[in-house]
């Protein structure tokens, strides 16, 4: 096996491991919402806290942006990074606290503890900081992509480190009931 050809194979291995990381990391996202959201505890939108009116809409906005950002980024950094060492951690600190925010909200909810709202809060702080290190990564990386593809998954992930960074980490704490 010739350099180049071990330097390929070595990058499908991270692109299926990035790959398997989305899916199994996106289905326990997914799974923690479906779970959680017949909970009993989510009676009259407990989630959204002390969150009402405009900041709502705006959340919702932000949501469906973040999620088509996140969409965006993974192809994105799937091609042009996939060598980057930190590109597997900076997602799984995404992912995995992030399926955790939905059960560590309604414990919260069900008996609420300095305890439990110190790991919430830290729960979401960490995926505050793998989002900003997505950004981070594309504004800094050089890649081989186009002008445009780059943009827009600087686009995506600026849309998905608002939502994680600065709505779900400092307003949503700052608006909850405590």
Known sequence: ?????????????????????????????????????????NRAGALWGGVT???QYLYTISMFAAAAGYLVVVPYLTRYVIDHEWLHTLFALVLFPSALWMPLTFEYVDGPTTGLWIALRCD?????????????????????APARTRALA????????????????????????G
């Open 1 to 41: 096996m010739t350099t180049l050809d071990s330097t390929r194979e070595s990058r499908r291995g991270r692109r299926q491991a990035l790959l398997l990381l989305n899916v199994v990391g996106g289905i326990a996202v997914l799974a923690s919402y479906v779970l959680w959201l017949g909970h009993p505890s």
């Open 53 to 55: 009116g405009g900041w």
């Open 124 to 144: 979401l702080l960490t995926v505050a900081a793998a989002s900003v290190g997505l950004v981070v990564l594309i504004s800094r990386r050089p890649t081989n």
């Open 154 to 177: 600087l686009v995506g992930s600026i849309a998905f480190a608002f939502q994680t960074a600065v709505l779900d980490a400092f307003v949503w704490p700052a608006l909850f009931p």
